[in-house]
């Protein structure tokens, strides 16, 4: 019998400890990073809170999933924070679930919100800068420094050109809201 299913049957893991275990070091890390910015030098700062930040998004993923309970008003809880700012967490929920509605969309340029693959044909029409600066994005280096900003862009400029709507109105009004919590 593999690993996995003997370790699925235990207690803890069905209560999926470890993910409990991830939301508090993500907030209570933040928490103490923020209130102690000051006597921390920018070095260790700077990557303690870009970890954080990006453990923060890693369970943000697992809330959207379902865990770590099956009740999605206490998933979104946990994830509903807005410690990276620029991205409601509505947003990359209805997003992120988009991308895996259809499994034949899966990666296919124009269907699936997280593709970074480009057409022939968009690629052709690009200029040199901007088809560098999308080929670079697709290394691994190219993730970590440059990955981030244009996903921000990516997804402000498509908020900027949607017509306002209800939903999307509500979104940004409690992402703006949360955003003054998290910066006061």
């Not at 907030?27 to 990557?47: D, E, R």
């Not at 703006?176 to 910066?183: M, S």
Request: one cysteine or more; hydrophobic letters at 50%; a positive charge.
């Amino acid at each position: 019998m593999p690993a996995l299913p003997r370790l699925r049957s235990l207690r803890w893991y069905r209560w999926e400890l470890p993910t409990w275990c991830v939301a508090a070091a993500v907030y209570s890390g933040f928490l103490l990073a923020t209130w102690n910015f000051q006597a921390l030098p920018l070095w260790l700062a700077a990557p303690l809170v870009s970890l954080l930040l990006a453990w923060h998004g890693s369970l943000q993923h697992e809330t959207i999933h379902g865990h770590p309970t099956r009740y999605k008003c206490v998933n979104t809880a946990i994830g509903v924070v807005p410690l990276v700012l620029w991205l409601p967490y509505a947003l990359y929920r209805e997003s992120h679930l988009r991308h895996h509605a259809e499994a034949r969309g899966l990666t296919l340029p124009g269907r699936d919100p997280e593709s970074y693959y480009l057409t022939a044909e968009v690629r052709s029409s690009m200029g040199l800068v901007n088809h560098a600066v999308m080929r670079f994005n697709c290394t691994l280096a190219g993730r970590l420094i440059l990955g981030p900003a244009i996903t921000m862009l990516r997804l402000w400029a498509g908020e900027f050109r949607r017509p306002a709507d209800r939903w999307h109105v509500g979104v940004w009004s409690r992402h703006v809201i949360g955003v003054a919590i998290v910066l006061g």
